[in-house]
């Protein structure tokens, strides 16, 4: 991994990939396990960023990817598409709540997250959007606009869209901090009203992700959603990270039975090849003309077909091998082994299914259990704005004696390193 590494320094940006420490580089994976390029094996708690819900190299996943290379790798998905396309087009609309089934698909989460906000201006006509503080929603310029967090748009801020305003995001452990947000979007709407950048577009993460891992308190989402009427505003809910199953149910927003006006999926939808989807209403969607042979949004691996049978497959393991049950037993698994850590300074655990964050109290510790847990064969990452919260996002299909052996490898992590 060190010689890979001096050899990717000389020919990838520097802002890319951290030299210090060197990162082990992989070269297989199966299931929750990943192998790097010394022999060593690890427990994998990050699945790939979320990406392997149903497991790395999962046998159908892998079996369609082939099947379909074989038979045709690319189309032209916005001319004469590929007829995968139209099958992950209708279970999309099979398995999003509501009546929601109208999709652009992209190449990536974050350009799904523009598509979606694309939609929003179609539709209202008004540019401005509501975002939330330490939200995540991708780099690219649209969806960077939206992303709280200031050292990733510092740099970009000059060519940045300046309508977007951010609102505190409420925390379920926070009394009042639900209607205090309410309150905060309601005016933020208002004030908007008569600028330039009037509110077309409310944009949230139904569970925060990278900005911390934060369920917000029960009937938010739905008083939200009361504040967004469809016609002037559009509610937007980014389930990148936490959609395809992730917490349990398909989507987060499941939870509080509320419909956003578009859906943003990515990440787990296809379990392996870039892939995401705006997933919205047909009264949402109505904004867009119809094409006359010139689409004013696409690309041209829009509707890729492999990476379309690739989702097909993902979605299909997912509900045929019960990982929405098996996601929601597990994370109550291990919310309640950390809740144990509470008196080695862990804050208390929160999350949904398989997205569980566990805080950890002192600076740059989170990241040195992390550094600690990598050497002992666990893969967990940091996240939050300060890198405070553990991040337990395993594949849903880990076995039992895997995720036992990776929480205690975590647990003497947080016991050795305890101020």
Known sequence: SIELAA??????SRNITAASPPPIFWTDAVGAAVRDADGNTYVDLTAGFGV??????NPAVVGAIAAQSARLAHGLGDVHPPEPKVRLLERLADITPGDLGVSILAGSGAEAVEAALKTAV???GRPGIIAFEHAYHGLTYGALAATWRADFRAPFHRQLFNGVRHVRFPDASVPGSGREAIAAVRRALVEAEHTETPIGAVLIEPILGRGGLRVPPAAFLSELRALCDGDSTLLIFDEVYTGCGRTGRWFACDYEATVPDVLVIGKALSGSIGLGAAVGTPDAMSGWPASTGEAIHTSTF?????ACAAALAQLDQIEQCGLLERSTRLGA?????A???QRH??????GRGLIQGVPISGTGRALRIADACLRHGVLILAEGSDAEVLAI????VITDAQLDAALDVIEHAIRAGNP
């Open 345 to 350: 300074g862990v804050g208390e655990v929160r």
């Open 122 to 124: 179609m539709r209202t």
């Open 339 to 341: 809740r144990t850590w």
């Open 302 to 306: 829009l509707g890729n077909p492999v």
């Open 52 to 57: 392997a819900h149903a497991g790395h190299a």
């Open 7 to 12: 050899r990717l320094a000389r020919v990838e």
């Open 393 to 396: 996002t395993p594949p849903a």
């Open 333 to 337: 698994r291990i919310q309640k082994r």
